[in-house]
């Protein structure tokens, strides 16, 4: 069983930054790809980043390509997003994920098999 807590969400204006964190525990951290998802009020979870399991690998979104960066850093279990330039339309639930017993990044989330809680990032206009 892997829990996976998130941080760092909160209230930014447009144009701002904010770092997003979470933090497994109870799994193999360092064999598995790591993501993150968005939820917005009456739309469907969508893909934001994700990770290989060494960390050689990403892929982001359409929508927040060049202004968000996904990093790892498995001694310390933690994954990270940065987003810059934020948008009012970033404004949503962000969820960190995991995807076992492949090296592969998905951008569809059946694919990943442990969610975290998420946490709010509201971006003001």
């Known amino acids: 069983q892997v829990q996976l807590v998130e941080s760092g969400g909160g209230l930014v204006q447009a144009g701002g930054s904010l770092r997003l964190s979470c933090t497994a525990s109870g799994g193999t951290f360092s064999f598995y790809v790591l993501g993150w998802f968005r939820q917005a009020p009456g739309k469907e979870r969508e893909f934001v980043a994700g990770i290989s399991a060494a960390g050689r690998s990403t892929d982001y979104g359409d929508s927040v390509k060049g202004r968000f960066s996904i990093s790892r850093d498995n001694a310390k279990n933690t994954v990270w997003l940065q987003m810059n330039s934020l948008r009012p339309e970033d404004t949503a639930v962000y969820y960190c994920?995991?995807?076992?017993?492949?090296?592969?990044?998905?951008?569809?989330?059946?694919?990943?098999?442990?969610w975290g809680r998420g946490t709010q990032v509201t971006v003001s206009s």
């Open positions: 994920v995991v995807r076992r017993f492949t090296t592969s990044i998905t951008q569809a989330p059946a694919g990943y098999d442990y």
